[in-house]
């Protein structure tokens, strides 16, 4: 069964500090991996979506890696700001076989960020 | 305008009452989901439908039903809901076209069953 830990839960920094966030998994067989933010009560957009054939994506002030090897995936803003403060999610996909095509997506639990001005 | 959207946003009710959650998609996708968010438990699928005669059941399913009207529009029903059922629901869609089954989440429905 697969798992997906992020850790920390929660997080602080100033404004203008570069972080990284941690998703690791236990099951390497993994489709995909998307990164999204959500924030308090409200949906989940979309940041990065790496497959499992690449190392990393890029959008903006974010990079998402994955070593699939390790069940690993990394999150880093560049230069933060309070309006990144959200929480931020992972999300690992798998195809089992003879599935038809079901995607099996699970969740971590999320790090809350907060960015202090 | 939102490519996912969800009705209604909050609800509150009684145990006992039948409840429906309507989502409704301008993206064109295929799949459509439903998942619940409870803290400290991330997102669980209750409900898949791979298109408008597909529907298959997910980790809690139990006392969910859903109906995939149309490709555009899937709705999750709560028979009889229960105070467990207090949660903050998510519609999600994915296409198997070109983008990777990349998700795509609704703003969500908050739900809380007296």
């Known amino acids: 069964k697969q798992e997906v830990t992020q850790i920390p839960a929660a997080l602080s920094v100033p404004e203008g500090e570069n972080l990284v966030l941690n998703c690791s998994f236990t099951d390497s067989a993994i489709y995909n991996l998307q990164w999204f933010r959500q924030d308090p009560g409200k949906g989940l957009t979309s940041l990065l979506l790496i497959q499992s054939s690449q190392r990393e994506q890029t959008s903006g002030r974010l990079n998402a890696s994955l070593d699939k090897s390790s069940g690993r995936s990394t999150l880093y803003i560049a230069a933060s700001q309070p309006g990144d403060s959200a929480t931020y999610l992972c999300?690992?996909?798998?195809?089992?076989?003879?599935?038809?095509?079901?995607?099996?997506?699970?969740f971590g639990t999320g790090t809350k960020l907060q960015v202090i001005p | 305008d939102a490519d996912v959207t969800q009705t209604p946003r909050n609800r509150i009710t009684k145990t006992g009452k039948r409840i429906m959650l309507e989502c409704s998609q301008t993206?064109?996708?295929?799949?459509m989901y439903w998942y619940r968010q409870d803290p400290g438990l991330g997102l669980r699928l209750i409900y898949y439908s791979f298109d408008v005669k597909d529907i298959n059941k997910g980790e809690i399913s139990d006392g969910y039903s859903v109906s995939r009207q149309a490709q555009a529009k899937f709705s999750l029903s709560l028979e009889s809901a229960i105070p467990n059922q207090t949660a903050l629901y998510f519609c999600?869609?994915?296409?198997?076209?070109?983008?990777?089954?990349?998700?795509?989440f609704g703003p969500g429905t908050r739900l809380t069953v007296l």
């Open positions: 993206k064109g996708h295929d799949r």
């Open positions: 999300a690992v996909s798998r195809i089992p076989l003879n599935s038809g095509g079901y995607q099996k997506v699970t």
């Open positions: 999600a869609t994915s296409d198997t076209r070109g983008h990777g089954y990349e998700q795509f």
